[in-house]
């Protein structure tokens, strides 16, 4: 379980599947009612003040994200409570600061980054010729790293495993979503980027 703060209300958690399987959850029970996962949150939480100071205190906004292969992205957003109202509706305020507001997001996207423009260059003549005919990605630039985005629905089973093989060699999966990435990264080579960097990199 990886985590950082976004802004001072705002952090973002990252759950591998290791993570879930580890408690006995299921990637499909994260939106359901069940203990298991008030657990989870609870732990995250307690590693979240514990790890970033972040205290869980408001009504809290929880956005759960799955990528296809890496796991989930959790993004917890601490809203204002005004406690400056009269002692009758105190008590109702006070039971609505734990409320959590969970949405649930599906991506197709395939994401992974990489440290050092060498290993970015090694995948892509690996990875080549498994993407050959399909979209060979978006490549941007963040913070100094290399973020590759393939889209998983242009797979098939045994080509998606082999596709995850070769970027798991070389590089982490990322949870950086493409908006971030596009409001705040650079767009290196818009389409075909695998392709493209074994073109111009031989």
Not at 108 to 135: G, T
Not at 164 to 184: H, K, M, N, P, Q
Request: proline share 2%; glycine share 4%.
């Amino acid at each position: 379980m990886k985590m950082e703060r976004l802004s001072q209300d705002k952090i973002r958690i990252f759950l591998t599947f290791d993570d879930l399987t580890e408690r006995g959850i299921q990637k499909d029970d994260m939106w359901r009612e069940i203990p298991k996962v008030h657990e989870l949150f609870s732990d995250m939480m307690d590693q979240a003040y514990s790890e970033l100071g972040f205290e869980p205190s408001g009504p809290l906004a929880v956005e759960v994200l799955q990528l296809p292969a890496q796991g989930m992205v959790v993004i917890v957003t601490r809203g204002k409570v005004d406690f400056h109202h009269s002692v009758e509706s105190y008590d109702e305020e006070v039971e609505e600061m734990y409320e959590l507001e969970v949405t649930l997001e599906q991506t197709d996207q395939i994401s992974y980054v990489f440290h050092d423009f060498e290993d970015l260059l090694r995948m892509a003549k690996v990875l080549n010729p498994l993407v050959a005919d399909s979209d060979g990605g978006i490549l941007f630039s963040y913070k100094n790293k290399w973020f590759l985005q393939l889209n998983s629905d242009e797979l098939d089973e045994s080509g998606y495993q082999a596709v995850i093989a070769v970027l798991s060699e070389f590089g982490d999966a990322a949870t950086v979503t493409r908006a971030v990435l596009e409001e705040y990264g650079k767009t290196v080579i818009a389409s075909d980027a695998v392709k493209v960097l074994c073109t111009h990199f031989k």
